[in-house]
Nanobody
Framework: VQLQASGGGLVQAGGSLRLSCLAS????????MTWFRQAPGKEREFVAA????????SYADYVKGRFTISRDIGKNTVILQMNSLKPEDTAVYYC????????????????WGQGTLVTVSS
């Protein structure tokens, strides 16, 4: 499975971005999907996760109420809708496929995307 993350860019505080993670090579239908992010000089941290069925989701406290994770099995894509962005959301965002772990510091996933940079200006 190859994961391609896209949708990052520069946005002003309070704005929105929509990140996509497109899978190729194999269907994502049997994988749970997780978004992580890594700011400069910081460790990679959990953002949001969704089960393979889409029936359960999990969010980090610092994005709850602002970010929404969803998946389109038909398009083999996972979406992270980010609203009310803050400068502290600035990071490279990564998608990962594997077992559902919810809010986790465990980075042992089967597949990773290359990351997409989100920059939020104040």
């Amino acid at each position: 499975v190859q994961l391609q993350a896209s949708g990052g860019g520069l946005v002003q505080a309070g704005g929105s971005l929509r990140l996509s993670c497109l899978a190729s090579g194999r269907t994502l239908s049997s994988y749970s999907m997780t978004w992580f992010r890594q700011a400069p000089g910081k460790e990679r941290e959990f953002v949001a996760a969704i089960t393979w069925s889409g029936s359960s989701t999990s969010y980090a406290d610092y994005v709850k109420g602002r970010f929404t994770i969803s998946r389109d099995i038909g398009k083999n894509t996972v979406i992270l809708q980010m609203n009310s962005l803050k400068p502290e959301d600035t990071a490279v965002y990564y998608c990962a496929a594997g077992r559902y772990k919810g809010d986790t510091v465990d980075l042992s996933f089967d597949y990773w995307g290359q990351g997409t940079l989100v920059t939020v200006s104040s």
